[in-house]
Each structure stands twice: as C-alpha cells, then as structure tokens.
C-alpha cells in the first residue's frame, strides 16, 4: 500500500505522537504526583487529589508501555540500545513504574497515618524520578550518545550513569519537569476541591514561567552551544535498516531542519503560546487551561523530534552508528501490519478512554473524600 | 566480541526471578476475574444484593493482586531491550509485534475499565457495570493470548527468516506468527491454569471462613462458583496440556527427551517413565518404573512413530552444527558483497541451521576456526537440565490431576449442599492453596528452562542475546529487584492476609451496615 520511506515516516511521527500522548495523559499522573505534598496540606486534601487520578491513571499509563511496544515492533534497534544502553537511568524509571501502581492501591488500605505518609513520598519521588530523566535522556540525544555497532550489528557503549549529567541534559531534565508539573497543576485545577485548586493555579502560573524561561534557553543553547549531526550524502530512506551503510557529518546545527522546513516552526511557536495561554486560563479552574498545557507539552516534544530530524538517536562515538528514521526501522511487512493494527485499534482506544474520563467527570471535593471509604 | 559469561548469568537469573515473580500474581488476575464477571452476572440476573457484595469483597482481593500485576508487568517489557538488547535488536521485527498487539487491544482495554470497575458502581447502571466487568475480564484473557503467542513464537520460530543484510530475523508470514499451533495450545493452556489458580484462591479462603463458622451463606456461594469454574478450568489445563506436549514433540525434540529422561531413541510405542532418578553424567535414568506405550501415545498420538533420544538429538544437532557453518559462511560473504549469488543459495539451503553455528559463539570467537572438541562441546550444550525438567513435570502434572480430582469433590458437594458438613474437606480446600501457583511456576520452568541453550529454539542461543552492559550493572539491577520484590512481596502479603482476616463481615460488606437495597 505504502512504499518504504512513507511507512518510515508514518512510524517516525507514530511514535512521536504516542510520546506526547504519553506525555500528555500519563504527565499530569505524574505532576499531580510530584505535587502531592505542595498542594494536599493534609492526608484529606492528598486523597482529593489522588481520587482525581485514581480512576485514570492506569489507563493513561499504558501509553508509555505502548510507546514502549510499538519502539520494539517498529524500532527495534531504537528499543535495544536506548533501554540497554541507558541501563541505570532506565532502572530507575522502572522503579518509579513499579512503584507508582502499589502506591495508588496500597495507600488507602490502612488507616495508620504514618503508612498514607510513606506511599506519598513514593508517588512524589516517583513522579519526580520519572519528569527529570525523561528530559535528561532527550536532552543527552541532542549530545550525541557513546555507543558503537560492530559488524553484526552488536552495540557496544562507553560510558556509565554520570556521563549522562551535562549541563545541557540537566537544563532539559529541568525544561521537562517544569512542563510536567505545570500540566499536573492545571489538571489540579480542573478536577481538585476549590481550596486545592486555588493553590495549583498559583503553582501553574510559576511553573509554566519557569518552563518559558528554561525552554527559550535550551533552544538558544542548542543553537549557539552544540554540534548538529547530518547524514553526509544523498540519504537512502528505503534501504535495509543497517545504520552502518551510511556516513555521518557532525558539526553543522540542530536547527538545519527548521531551516529546510519551515512548517517545523509552528510546534515550538505552540508551545510558547500555550504557555501564555496556561496564563491566562488556567485561573478559570475549567477544561481551558488543561488543553493549553496538553498544546504545550505536545509542541515541546514535537519541537525536540523536528530538530533531531531525521536522527533517532545521535551517536558520538561513532556517528555512522547513529540511528535514524531510515536505518533503524522494522521490516516493511512489519511498520505495514503494525500500522493497520493501529489504525484498526487506536480509535476503539480513545472511544473507550472518552467514556470513562466522562463517567468519572466532575471535581473531587472533601466532602467527597470524608463520604467515600479511601477509594479502592 | 566475545561474550561476557558472568553477564549471561546474571541477565538470565534476573529474567528467571522477575518473570516467576510476576507470574505470581497474572494467574490470579487470569482467574478471579471472570469468577468476578461469573458474580456480577447473577446479581444483575437476579438483583440479589449479595452477589454484588460478594464481587465488591473478591474484588478488594483481586484489586491488590492487580496492582502487583501491572507493577512486575512493567519490568518485563524493560526488561528485553534493557538485558536482552542482542535478541531485541535480532528478533523484535517479529516478537515486537504481538507485544505492540497485546498493549493495543488488551493492556489498554483492562488498565482504562479497572477504574471505573472499583470507583464507578455509582455512576453507571448495573448492566454498563457488568459490561465493564466483562471486557475487563477480555482484555486479561486477550492479553495472556498476545504474550503467549510471543512467547510460543520463541518455542517454535514460524514465519520469519534471517536477513544478512540487517543481521536480524524478519517477518515472512504473519499468519504463521499469530496462528502458531504452539499458541494456541499454550494460550488455552495456560489461561485455563489462571482460571484453576482463581477458583483455587477462592475455593479455599471461602472454606476457611465456613472452618470458622464466619460468612456462611457468603462462602458457600462464593465456593459454588469456585467449584464449577474450577472443574471445568482443571479438566481443560490437562487436557490442552496433553495437546502442548504433543506439539512439543514435534517442535522441540529435545525438550520432550529431557522431560522424560530418555536418553536413547526406544522402539515405538515409547514407555513412559513415571518416577526415576536421572543421572546426568551417565545419561541413565536408575530406578525407572516405566508404563509401556504412554510416551508414544502422548508424544505421537499413534504406535509406530519413534520419539528420538538424547542421544541421537546431540548427533543431530552436530550435523545442523556443520549445515550452520556453512549459512555462517555465506552470510559474511554476503556482507561483503550483497549480490554473491553463490552465497546467497547455501543460505538459502542452509539458513535454518544458522543458528546452531551460533551456538559456538561461546567458545570460539570466529565459529569457523571452532576445533572438533568445540563442536562436540556446543552439541553437547544442547541438552537442557534433565533432572530439573524430568521432576518439575512430574510434580505439575501430578498437581493438575490432583486438582481435577478436588474440583469434582467440591463440585458434587455444592450440588449436594454438603460444603461444610466435613470439617476434613474444608481443610483440604484449605491446604490446597498453594499448589496451583507451585503448578504454574514450574511450567514455565519446563517450558523456559526446557528450551534452553536457546532463547529462540534453533535461532538464536540465549548467551548471544545478552545485552553489552557490565556485569556490575546487572548486579545492581539484580539486587534492586531483590530488595524491592522482597520488600514489595512483605506488603501484599501482609494486605491480603488482613483482608482475608477481616472477611465481608469485618469489613462491613455483607451483611451491608445499613439495610440493603431490597431490589
């Protein structure tokens, strides 16, 4: 139906779309989380805001395993040096995926203050853990990362966990917590008894400022501070995926495909304006606000893909080993069959989600919490 | 590069320990759930409250059991590009797909309703609440089919080939992945196991309460059910546990030859060996109480075809060894130069066997230069554990025709209104609680341990599949899980047991607090 080079492309903006979505619906999970102890003053108030979630946040996480799913059938070389690669900051994420369903569960099933405290420092670290690495890990992209393939295709890297902390990585981990927490500060907003949501849009307000600011200067330094990579030579887009076929030029600039393709600017633009947009909803305590986070999430990640276009995954220590979005894919039988199962399924998937975010509408108030018995 | 044996170890221990870890609490999901859907069924059939309040108490139980499903469920999809980077990279073209499937159609449709299934009795009416009751219970069952369809393929490698020029096995037909005999058999097999481990849990927690006087016409309802679903669960694991074995024996020879200990082809009808004691060193089995013709039966479905021997499969495998050498050859030629015609037809003639010139990768770094001692020694590594496999699939199947004999007890006791006449049987029932998950473990330790030296049966060696992370690292993956598997194990424990203690009376379930609702 599609040749190679559309079926590669379609699977490249597949799964950004299945990042932002993740991004999107699992990220206000984890800025809620992260806010747990800043905007719930006491255990009542940490419930309301948990019961805002609770009913969802399984759902919404499942976007990330999906994600997940679909880089190892469509990416499968993406899938294997990024997890193995990235070993410990991947573990760590682990951790916090591992952590945050019992602690959803777990908390209300005793009534000892004590034990509600402690599966709150989980969900709060956990959603932390999770915001910082995400953006550690795409900051480190633009970097380039330090592995090499040999000739069968085995990946071999050099570097540990500390290698991962440049300054530039650590502004990024900065950029992708401040949006995070923002966004979950709107959903805060939206869903949470009045007292609560009054402090969120503070929080929103600061956080969004804050996430402006970082945003405008991870662009500027990535202009001005860090080497683009380009495929040297006339790119093959419908070869065998072997990223050892092609060469690789470093030196040039992260912003050359906004200059090739001017219709990329529009996400960046998206996110500074849904920014100013958070601004200037999100005191309405309505679905407003949280529309214009969700804008701002999705432009920042798509922006952080347009730029790396076509690179997957960067690699400094031997750039013809970097992946990209012509050498790193499945088979063409594979990105087909994967396709038609997304198209045959994803719609039933948003159909069923839309359902329950309505029956589960409409805001958590104390009052509610006092009647219920702890969730579930 | 020559791979890091230490690594190997470890990267396949951790991958033992969380997937058995795991596959502590999916069964339990598996079963209790439809026993959940079976509940609300006949409340909403008959309005009487109990049979809702009897969902709302099994559905604490099965919530917490849940969380810790979906907890270790998450490490086992990080774990294949985290550990297992070579085999990600070599095979996901096609073992990523039913993954990607299962996320899609299944993960997606019981993570979204199980919200709504515990916070939701309010907002909707009784028919959308067992239908979201329902599809949950789908979507557990369809994921249990994607994974095992993963999971077969890596038993019987159908449908895909090797490619020289992206060094991976692509995908050739899709229908031969999906509709892959060894899933279906392992699919119905296995769930059906779940369904035995979920009528189990609730068969014996009920009798306890009926031990303690407690809950009675709660508990005698709750074990009805149990002792129907489980019935027909037990006898359905056995009986498509006898269909696994034989497309065992036609997949995986050797597998079938370590089960049942038999080192030497025997002449058709083959006997089954019931107990024994085999001994690795001298390829014997001493003390065999044998049953003349079962094997046959079993693994042949007829009396005149031979099952092979250890011994003949390691001769066998010594000449796929040489075939495989050959494909080695010819796919670095075609490396080289992607048009040699002569290359590409002995990989054509001789792909299939790739594999097994991988084998040598552990002991010599070019499998070309491997002396004969070497290759003798990668045949001989084809043989799985023997003792280990002959035992845990005695003990399993024991097991499964123990829980038939269990089930129809309870069954014709809660036809005949007799449950807790016999304070011996409650025990029993009681007692018995462990025994499916022993059951289920060690299925997976014939099916995983049984297939090795290989991750792929044929394809891939599983020491090739390891990723390139030190052996330091794993180290402390490993001792991170360890300490919060432990850690993790203590709590649920402990809630579960709480919950059980307190029953539907102590938690003020049934009988209800305030007057029920009539209707």
């Not at chain 1, 923002?182 to 503070?202: F, N, P, Q, S, T």
Request: glycine share 10%; with cysteine; charged share 15%.
């Amino acid at each position: 139906m599609f040749d190679y080079t559309t079926l590669r492309l379609v699977w490249w903006a597949l799964l950004g779309t299945l990042l932002v979505a993740f991004a999107i619906m699992d990220g206000f999970d984890f800025g809620v989380a992260g806010l747990l102890k800043l905007l719930g003053r006491d255990n009542e108030e940490r419930q309301v805001l948990l019961e805002g979630i609770e009913p969802t946040w399984e759902g919404n996480q499942v976007w990330f395993i999906l994600a997940g799913g679909a880089t190892f059938a469509a990416w499968p070389v993406l899938y294997a040096v990024s997890f193995s690669g990235l070993y410990l900051a991947m573990f760590l994420v682990l951790l916090a995926f591992i952590l945050r369903p019992v602690g959803f569960n777990f908390r209300g099933k005793l009534r000892d203050p004590r034990w509600a405290s402690l599966w709150d420092w989980v969900l709060v670290l956990s959603g932390v853990v999770v915001m910082l690495v995400a953006g550690v890990a795409f900051g480190n992209l633009f970097l380039g990362l330090p592995f090499r393939f040999d000739g069968d295709l085995r990946m071999s890297w050099q570097g540990g966990f500390l290698d991962l902390l440049h300054p530039y990585a650590l502004l990024c981990g900065l950029v992708s917590l401040s949006m995070l927490l923002a966004h979950g500060a709107c959903w805060a907003a939206l869903k949470a008894d009045h007292a609560i949501a009054a402090r969120a849009v503070r929080i929103a307000r600061w956080a969004t400022l804050a996430f402006a600011v970082l945003y405008v200067l991870a662009g500027i330094w990535l202009a001005w501070g860090i080497p683009g990579y380009a495929v040297a030579g006339p790119a093959v887009t419908d070869g065998a995926s072997n990223p050892l076929y092609k060469q690789v030029a470093v030196g040039g600039s992260w912003f050359a495909g906004y200059l090739q393709y001017p219709g990329f600017w529009i996400a960046p633009l998206a996110a500074l304006l849904a920014a100013v947009a958070v601004q200037a909803l999100v005191g309405r305590r309505g679905v407003g606000g949280f529309v214009a986070s969700s804008v701002m999430v999705g432009g920042t990640i798509a922006s952080a893909g347009f730029a790396l276009f076509p690179f997957l995954l960067p690699s400094r220590l031997d750039p013809r080993s970097s992946l990209t979005v012509w050498d790193a894919s499945s088979s063409r039988g594979t990105l087909e069959l994967m396709l038609g199962a997304t198209v045959v399924f994803l719609p039933i998937v948003i159909l069923y989600t839309g359902w329950v975010y309505r029956v589960m509408r409409g805001r958590v108030t104390l009052a509610d919490v006092r009647k219920s018995h702890g969730g579930y | 590069m020559m791979i890091d044996a230490e690594v190997v170890t470890l990267s396949r221990l951790q991958f033992a320990l969380t997937a058995l870890y795991h596959f502590l609490f999916v069964p339990l999901t598996l079963g209790l759930v439809w026993i959940l859907a079976i509940m609300e069924s006949v409340y909403v059939m008959t309005g009487r409250e109990v049979w809702k309040r009897m969902v709302q108490y099994w559905g604490v139980l099965f919530g917490i059991n849940f969380a810790m499903g979906v907890a270790t469920g998450v490490t086992m999809e990080f774990q294949f590009g985290m550990n297992w980077a070579y085999y990600s990279h070599y095979v996901g073209d096609v073992f990523g797909t039913p993954l990607a499937i299962e996320g899609l159609m299944a993960f997606f449709l019981e993570a979204t309703l199980v919200g709504v299934f515990f916070m939701g009795w309010e907002r909707i009416s009784r028919v959308q609440h067992l239908l979201v009751t329902w599809f949950l219970a789908l979507g557990t069952s369809l994921s249990a089919l994607w994974i095992l369809v993963a999971n077969a393929w890596m038993q019987h490698p159908a449908g895909a080939a090797f490619d020289p020029q992206t060094m991976r096995m692509e995908v050739t037909s899709f229908a031969e992945v999906f509709f892959n005999p060894v899933a279906q058999d392992k699919f119905v097999h296995t769930v059906s196991a779940g369904y035995v481990l979920g009528s189990m849990f609730v068969l014996s927690i009920s009798a306890w309460f009926l031990l303690r006087g407690r809950n009675v016409d709660f508990a005698k309802r709750s074990m009805t059910v149990a002792a129907s679903f489980g019935l027909a669960a037990a006898l359905s694991v056995v009986v498509l546990g006898d269909a696994s074995g034989y497309s065992v024996s036609l997949n995986q020879k050797m597998k079938m030859a370590a089960i049942e200990a038999m080192w030497h082809t025997e002449p058709a009808p083959a006997a089954f060996t019931v107990v024994g004691i085999p001994d690795t060193r001298a390829r014997t089995t001493h003390a065999a109480i044998k049953l003349p013709w079962v094997l046959g039966l079993i693994g042949t479905h007829s009396i005149d075809q031979t099952i092979p021997g250890i011994a003949e499969l390691v001769e066998d495998a010594k000449a796929r060894i040489g075939q495989g050498l050959k494909a080695y050859d010819a796919m670095l030629a075609l490396r080289r130069n992607p048009d040699d015609a002569q290359a590409k037809a002995v990989l054509a003639a001789n792909g299939q066997d790739l594999g097994y010139a991988l084998l040598l990768k552990r002991y010599a770094d070019d499998p070309r230069q491997a002396t004969p001692a070497q290759i003798q020694q990668a045949a001989d590594s084809t043989i799985p554990n023997v003792p280990v496999l002959f035992w845990a699939f005695r003990i399993m199947v024991g097991c499964g025709f123990y829980f038939i004999a269990l089930f129809a007890l309870s069954f014709w006791k809660a036809s005949k209104r007799r449950l807790d006449t016999q304070r011996g049987y409650l025990r029993l029932a009681l007692w018995s609680l462990p025994l499916p998950w022993i059951a289920a473990e060690l299925g997976w330790i014939v099916a995983e341990y049984g297939r090795q030296p290989w991750a792929i049966e044929g394809v891939l060696p599983t020491a090739l599949g390891v990723s390139s992370v030190s052996a330091g690292q794993v180290w402390s993956s490993l001792g991170g899980f360890v300490l919060f598997y432990t850690a993790l194990a203590v709590v649920d424990a402990l809630l579960m047991l709480k919950f059980v203690r307190k029953g539907p009376d102590g938690l003020g379930i049934w009988p209800p607090a305030q007057p029920a609702d009539a209707h």
